[in-house]
């Protein structure tokens, strides 16, 4: 089966520019479990971030990552 759609991944970014562990998955559907899989592995092997900045100071700062999957037949 094929799957067209997009896994919407929540994680914070902390001070540092680090990727926090606790990365959270909202999906289009419950159809692609190894989307949702791939989508946590792709956020939590990033690289480092610039991290936000307030007043002057880095501060963390909530991300959501739309992530699109989509299939071709071949």
Same mark, same amino acid.
């Given at each position: 089966?094929? @799957?067209?759609? @997009? +896994? @919407?991944? &929540?994680?914070? #970014? &902390?001070?540092?520019?680090?990727?926090d562990s606790n990365v959270?998955?909202?999906? =289009?559907? =419950? %159809?692609?479990?190894?989307?949702? =899989?791939?989508? #946590?592995? %792709?956020?939590?092997?990033?690289? =480092?971030w610039q991290p936000a900045? *307030? &007043?002057? *100071?880095?501060?963390?700062? +909530? #991300?959501? %990552?739309? #992530?699109?999957? *989509?299939?071709?037949?071949?």
């Amino acid at each position: 089966e094929k @799957y067209n759609g @997009y +896994e @919407y991944v &929540n994680f914070t #970014i &902390n001070a540092d520019g680090s990727v926090d562990s606790n990365v959270e998955v909202m999906s =289009d559907s =419950d %159809l692609c479990p190894s989307c949702t =899989d791939a989508a #946590i592995s %792709l956020v939590r092997d990033m690289p =480092d971030w610039q991290p936000a900045i *307030r &007043n002057g *100071r880095p501060v963390a700062t +909530e #991300i959501t %990552l739309p #992530i699109n999957f *989509r299939f071709f037949n071949e």
